[in-house]
């Protein structure tokens, strides 16, 4: 049993840092928008842990972005959508089990604050949580993930590992059969523990040792049916995975990574870059850049940051910085006489020097966050802002690349012609970059959280988050209007939407259709509605898209105004159309009646929105579930 979400994480008794890949985080992969690519990076990922002895990943975090400065963000699959989170989590519980190791969804549940973890009370009502937090994971016990683990914070004031309410939701209405582990520490007791559906102490046994459950059996607060079944669900997932069949082999010393892992993560890495802005310089959009006719291109700032801190973290056996970059693909296109110049930034006078007398600016700022606590802001460190706004000023061939843990605070952004956002990339970063910088990547992830104007552009106040009291309590009282949803309903424009993300081509979308339709569907799997769009690549460039669709429930719901509820991305050659088929459940189309504690489809119109983000709808349509 291993940390973590972005690899194997090297200590003091596996062997020597740099043995394993240092893989782009969560949420960098789950900016891609790419099931295949999920399947493979996680696959990948496992197969490091099974050679290192392994047979339990820690992963995957799949906790929502409810609070954009939140610490773990990034370790997470979901961004701030739980539909997003449900169709990634299964590609990437498949393929970490795909290599006989244990998956382990993580942090149940509500673990959406880093300060104050341990202490803090997440006050979240039921529906809120049906809807918004506990989807991703109810995904991942119906792609048979065989573990989950319990966070640390409380929720509704008991600790989530003796948390009865919570514990039997995953286990019987999701139908969990794995066991739930604790986090590190995070078990408080022995017989509310057992008895609420905690299998596992880690990493001691200090509540679960052997005279402390054997007392509270004799005292008849623990039944022996509880005890077997937690036994039960360890050695069944066991079991299952083939463990006992085919018990680890690896070697916890030795080194795992790879050059094919290398490129893998070098792919992942670039597929997961977001293309915000590309405006025209000289009549031509600025990127892919052509080096022809270039003598210098300058990388100005930060050349380190490439991954998250705590225990997500994976020390890399080598960096590819920006500058390496961007002089590797150089080297490779037959351009090694354009110089690559590198300044950290912190001279002003050669700043100056490299942006007036470079053909291009590559400007690399950066941020990031850890385990344990929160983001104090969303703004970049120290005068980063100010590098952009120099340097933008001084050459209109300025590319701004934006390393972030999640949303950051970018207000220039309206200056610079060309900007993407890297997220926390690995060690392949550099590489990655230039591959989108010069084309060889054509851009296709999108933003899986919203990019805001300002801190706390969403409202907070102290009772929502951070929490008050002592210990905190945290009230989850905007309910469901979290990220986009919050903007969709108030009517706030943010700096960039949910789903966006530019392409070296541009799509149309036309002629959306519904094709079927069955609203006395029983079962929640069953297709309710589908529906057909063509989307067509405009231009001469093969190209990538995410079609996205939202839909806004009958207003008797009291749902947010519009909700991603499936998407598809797929390959379209230039100048071709394809058609694209996209289905809803009676699962996506229900809503939790907290009254009769079950999902209820409610009777009344329903519209259907396509589009390239939340922001940029194409199509719409709308149709009827009857009653």
């Given at each position: 049993?291993?940390?973590?979400?972005?690899?194997?994480?090297?200590?003091?008794?596996?062997?020597?840092?740099?043995?394993?890949?240092?893989?782009?985080?969560?949420?960098?992969?789950?900016?891609?928008?790419?099931?295949?690519?999920?399947?493979?990076?996680?696959?990948?990922?496992?197969?490091?842990?099974?050679?290192?002895?392994?047979?339990?990943?820690?992963?995957p975090g799949i906790g929502i972005a409810r609070v954009p400065t939140a610490g773990r963000n990034f370790e997470y699959l979901c961004g701030e959508d739980p539909y997003l989170g449900v169709i990634l989590v299964k590609p990437a519980v498949e393929g970490i089990q795909s290599q006989g190791i244990i998956a382990n969804a993580k942090h149940w549940v509500n673990n959406e604050i880093e300060d104050h973890r341990v202490l803090v009370s997440a006050n979240?009502?039921?529906?809120?949580?049906?809807?918004?937090?506990?989807?991703?994971?109810?995904?991942?016990?119906?792609?048979?993930?065989?573990?989950?683990?319990?966070?640390?914070?409380?929720?509704?004031?008991?600790?989530?590992?003796?948390?009865?309410?919570?514990?039997?939701?995953?286990?019987?209405?999701?139908?969990?059969?794995?066991?739930?582990?604790?986090?590190?520490?995070?078990?408080?007791?022995?017989?509310?523990?057992?008895?609420?559906?905690?299998?596992?102490?880690?990493?001691?046994?200090?509540?679960?040792?052997?005279?402390?459950?054997?007392?509270?059996?004799?005292?008849?607060?623990?039944?022996?049916?509880?005890?077997?079944?937690?036994?039960?669900?360890?050695?069944?997932?066991?079991?299952?995975?083939?463990?006992?069949?085919?018990?680890?082999?690896?070697?916890?010393?030795?080194?795992?990574?790879?050059?094919?892992?290398?490129?893998?993560?070098?792919?992942?890495?670039?597929?997961?870059?977001?293309?915000?802005?590309?405006?025209?310089?000289?009549?031509?959009?600025?990127?892919?850049?052509?080096?022809?006719?270039?003598?210098?291109?300058?990388?100005?700032?930060?050349?380190?940051?490439?991954?998250?801190?705590?225990?997500?973290?994976?020390?890399?056996?080598?960096?590819?910085?920006?500058?390496?970059?961007?002089?590797?693909?150089?080297?490779?296109?037959?351009?090694?006489?354009?110089?690559?110049?590198?300044?950290?930034?912190?001279?002003?006078?050669?700043?100056?020097?490299?942006?007036?007398?470079?053909?291009?600016?590559?400007?690399?700022?950066?941020?990031?966050?850890?385990?344990?606590?929160?983001?104090?802001?969303?703004?970049?460190?120290?005068?980063?802002?100010?590098?952009?706004?120099?340097?933008?000023?001084?050459?209109?061939?300025?590319?701004?690349?934006?390393?972030?843990?999640?949303?950051?605070?970018?207000?220039?952004?309206?200056?610079?012609?060309?900007?993407?956002?890297?997220?926390?990339?690995?060690?392949?970063?550099?590489?990655?970059?230039?591959?989108?910088?010069?084309?060889?990547?054509?851009?296709?992830?999108?933003?899986?959280?919203?990019?805001?104007?300002?801190?706390?552009?969403?409202?907070?106040?102290?009772?929502?988050?951070?929490?008050?009291?002592?210990?905190?309590?945290?009230?989850?009282?905007?309910?469901?209007?979290?990220?986009?949803?919050?903007?969709?309903?108030?009517?706030?424009?943010?700096?960039?939407?949910?789903?966006?993300?530019?392409?070296?081509?541009?799509?149309?979308?036309?002629?959306?259709?519904?094709?079927?339709?069955?609203?006395?569907?029983?079962?929640?799997?069953?297709?309710?509605?589908?529906?057909?769009?063509?989307?067509?690549?405009?231009?001469?460039?093969?190209?990538?898209?995410?079609?996205?669709?939202?839909?806004?429930?009958?207003?008797?719901?009291?749902?947010?105004?519009?909700?991603?509820?499936?998407?598809?991305?797929?390959?379209?050659?230039?100048?071709?159309?394809?058609?694209?088929?996209?289905?809803?459940?009676?699962?996506?189309?229900?809503?939790?009646?907290?009254?009769?504690?079950?999902?209820?489809?409610?009777?009344?119109?329903?519209?259907?929105?396509?589009?390239?983000?939340?922001?940029?709808?194409?199509?719409?349509?709308?149709?009827?579930?009857?009653?």
């Amino acid at each position: 049993m291993h940390d973590g979400p972005q690899g194997f994480r090297v200590t003091a008794t596996t062997g020597p840092e740099g043995s394993t890949t240092a893989w782009p985080s969560a949420l960098s992969s789950a900016a891609s928008w790419d099931t295949q690519l999920i399947y493979k990076w996680s696959a990948a990922m496992a197969y490091e842990f099974k050679m290192k002895g392994a047979n339990v990943q820690l992963a995957p975090g799949i906790g929502i972005a409810r609070v954009p400065t939140a610490g773990r963000n990034f370790e997470y699959l979901c961004g701030e959508d739980p539909y997003l989170g449900v169709i990634l989590v299964k590609p990437a519980v498949e393929g970490i089990q795909s290599q006989g190791i244990i998956a382990n969804a993580k942090h149940w549940v509500n673990n959406e604050i880093e300060d104050h973890r341990v202490l803090v009370s997440a006050n979240v009502d039921e529906r809120t949580r049906f809807e918004l937090y506990y989807p991703p994971f109810d995904a991942a016990v119906r792609a048979g993930v065989h573990s989950v683990m319990c966070s640390y914070n409380r929720v509704n004031d008991v600790h989530a590992c003796e948390n009865p309410d919570t514990l039997s939701h995953l286990r019987d209405t999701m139908g969990f059969k794995g066991w739930v582990l604790s986090d590190w520490t995070a078990t408080h007791s022995t017989v509310e523990s057992l008895n609420a559906g905690m299998n596992q102490e880690m990493p001691l046994g200090i509540y679960y040792r052997e005279d402390a459950v054997l007392a509270a059996l004799d005292a008849g607060e623990v039944s022996m049916d509880v005890i077997d079944d937690s036994v039960l669900r360890i050695l069944t997932a066991m079991f299952d995975i083939g463990l006992f069949d085919h018990p680890p082999t690896g070697d916890r010393n030795a080194v795992v990574t790879s050059d094919e892992h290398n490129a893998l993560a070098r792919e992942v890495a670039a597929k997961s870059t977001v293309l915000l802005k590309n405006d025209a310089v000289d009549g031509t959009p600025l990127l892919p850049l052509n080096p022809q006719g270039m003598s210098c291109i300058a990388v100005i700032g930060d050349n380190e940051t490439v991954s998250g801190k705590g225990s997500g973290r994976v020390v890399p056996a080598y960096t590819v910085t920006p500058a390496q970059g961007v002089a590797n693909a150089l080297q490779t296109m037959g351009y090694e006489d354009v110089k690559v110049e590198y300044s950290d930034g912190k001279d002003p006078a050669v700043v100056e020097s490299l942006a007036k007398s470079c053909d291009a600016v590559i400007v690399n700022v950066a941020t990031s966050s850890g385990e344990g606590n929160d983001r104090e802001t969303l703004a970049l460190d120290g005068d980063q802002d100010d590098l952009v706004k120099t340097v933008v000023a001084l050459n209109s061939h300025t590319i701004v690349s934006v390393v972030t843990p999640g949303a950051v605070l970018m207000p220039w952004a309206v200056e610079v012609p060309s900007l993407l956002i890297s997220w926390l990339p690995g060690q392949e970063a550099g590489n990655a970059l230039a591959d989108v910088l010069f084309g060889v990547v054509n851009p296709s992830a999108r933003l899986h959280v919203t990019m805001p104007n300002k801190d706390n552009e969403v409202g907070f106040s102290r009772s929502q988050y951070p929490g008050v009291g002592f210990p905190p309590e945290a009230t989850y009282s905007e309910e469901l209007l979290i990220g986009y949803r919050y903007y969709e309903a108030t009517g706030i424009v943010p700096k960039f939407c949910f789903g966006h993300g530019l392409s070296y081509t541009s799509f149309e979308y036309s002629d959306l259709k519904q094709i079927t339709s069955n609203t006395q569907s029983m079962s929640l799997d069953d297709v309710v509605a589908s529906f057909e769009v063509s989307v067509t690549n405009n231009g001469v460039t093969d190209g990538s898209e995410v079609v996205q669709l939202y839909v806004t429930f009958p207003e008797s719901t009291m749902e947010p105004p519009k909700m991603l509820r499936t998407f598809k991305k797929l390959a379209i050659g230039a100048s071709l159309t394809n058609r694209v088929d996209l289905e809803l459940t009676k699962r996506e189309l229900s809503i939790w009646n907290s009254n009769i504690h079950a999902w209820e489809m409610i009777p009344g119109k329903y519209t259907v929105h396509v589009g390239a983000s939340s922001c940029d709808i194409r199509q719409v349509i709308e149709f009827d579930v009857e009653a």
